[in-house]
């Protein structure tokens, strides 16, 4: 039987792992099928199919896309996408500003705290990458300011945390018809963290395409009502162990494995979609 694993990180967003670290990683977890979906970027796909090829891997080309909705933030995956189309490309530029001037506003928040940590700080852990909130942790541990990467979301820029800070200037409404402009299929990613059931049917009407059912922090009970969900709104089942290498060395490639009939029946959605 093959299985696959639909949400992993590279070190092109906030991810540890090299594509070509990231795809022999996997062929040792014994997956057939992988999708990247690093943050607001698909710099590490085209390099991630180039090793596949000799590994006999199947790489499924995707996207994290970071939004807002009623000061909360919101995370739609993108599949199958179209990685290479200029248009796209172009959007994500704007999207990777919108990063950069967010760090900026967290940081500023993090010294009217008394944490005296730079910009510049967070830049030089993301070493050119979509940068984000990982690193922003990654950075405070670096300079002492917390012992762990969970200490500096528990505490600071979680999202219930008094640096948190949104900026991503782009709603769930707007992700979704990105994606599917761009060929792909829409997934809302861990649905746990939303909180709200009435916000998924929300974004059921907007155009998702899926949920994310098999998810590292999803309980038996959170898993067995998404598969409801899913099934009663007619929607494709995902999964993914949202691994980001060393930076959170507690989750690893393939710890959630979805069968591949799952991926086939993405294939098929998007088929009818396009």
């Known amino acids: 039987m093959k299985f696959a694993d639909l949400h992993l990180h590279t070190n092109y967003s906030d991810g540890t792992y090299t594509p070509k670290e990231l795809v022999e990683k996997a062929v040792k977890a014994g997956l057939s099928c992988i999708s990247i979906t690093d943050h607001d970027t698909v710099g590490a796909i085209s390099e991630a199919m180039d090793v596949a090829d000799s590994l006999g891997i199947e790489i499924l ?22 990685h290479k189309s200029a248009a796209l490309l172009k959007r994500l530029e704007t999207l990777k500003e919108n990063r950069i001037n967010r760090i900026y506003k967290i940081t500023e928040k993090l010294n009217a705290l008394g944490i005296n940590l730079r910009a510049d700080d967070v830049f030089s852990v993301a070493n050119g ?55 792909g299929v829409a997934v809302l990613a861990h649905p746990y963290v939303i909180e709200n059931e ?35 709104h007619n929607l494709l089942v995902t999964g993914g162990s949202d691994c980001h290498g060393s930076a959170k060395p507690q989750v690893r490639i393939g710890s959630i494995k979805i069968p591949y009939d799952l991926v086939e029946k993405m294939k098929e959605a998007r088929e009818r979609l396009s």
């Not at 896309?65 to 199958?80: A, D, F, N, Q």
């Open 129 to 183: 990458a979509t940068v984000g909130r990982l690193h922003v942790a990654r950075a405070m541990v670096l300079k002492g300011f917390v012992k762990t990467v969970s200490e500096a979301f528990n505490r600071f820029i979680g999202d219930n945390g008094p640096a948190f800070s949104l900026g991503f200037r782009f709603t769930p409404e707007e992700a979704i018809k990105f994606i599917r402009d761009n060929a």
């Open 61 to 82: 080309p995707g996207i994290e896309i970071s939004c807002e909705y009623e000061l909360r933030e919101v995370h739609i995956l993108g599949y199958l996408i179209d």
């Open 198 to 232: 009435e916000l998924i049917f929300k974004f059921i009407g907007l155009g998702l395409t899926g949920l994310e059912v098999y998810y590292p922090e999803h309980s038996q009970g959170e898993i067995n009502f998404y598969l409801g969900l899913a099934k009663e």
